[in-house]
């Protein structure tokens, strides 16, 4: 299940990757951030882990999978947070921008994580 989920996670992470190139190329020329590919990564690398915990500890109680979904949505949006800071301040210039991109890429990760689990939790 967990290389099936790495497939999509890719898969996910290409269609965004190439709709903003296409978009930064054309339409958000002025708006592009040097860092995107670094919060794209970010997000990547959150998504796989937060979702192979979660498996992890679906296969044991309920009890003990809805504890880990708590903590780790929790510790989840703790390090979104930080990140959003930490970047803001580093480069206060692109604070809007950025806390855009960031919005866009959290509710599109947000649904894809959460299809995702549905569908894997649904298999078990």
Do not use: C, Q, W
């Amino acid at each position: 299940m967990l290389k099936k989920y790495i497939i999509r996670l890719l898969i996910f992470v290409a269609i965004i990757s190439l709709i903003a190139i296409i978009l930064y190329l054309t339409v958000l020329t002025k708006f592009y951030l040097p860092v995107f590919p670094y919060v794209l990564l970010f997000f990547t690398v959150i998504s796989f882990l937060t979702h192979y915990i979660l498996l992890k500890s679906g296969k044991s109680r309920i009890a003990k999978f809805s504890t880990s979904f708590m903590g780790i949505t929790s510790l989840k949006l703790f390090l979104y947070l930080i990140f959003i800071v930490v970047y803001l301040f580093i480069d206060k210039t692109n604070a809007l921008v950025f806390v855009l991109t960031f919005f866009i890429l959290y509710l599109l990760f947000t649904v894809f994580e959460t299809s995702s689990l549905l569908k894997d939790l649904d298999k078990k």
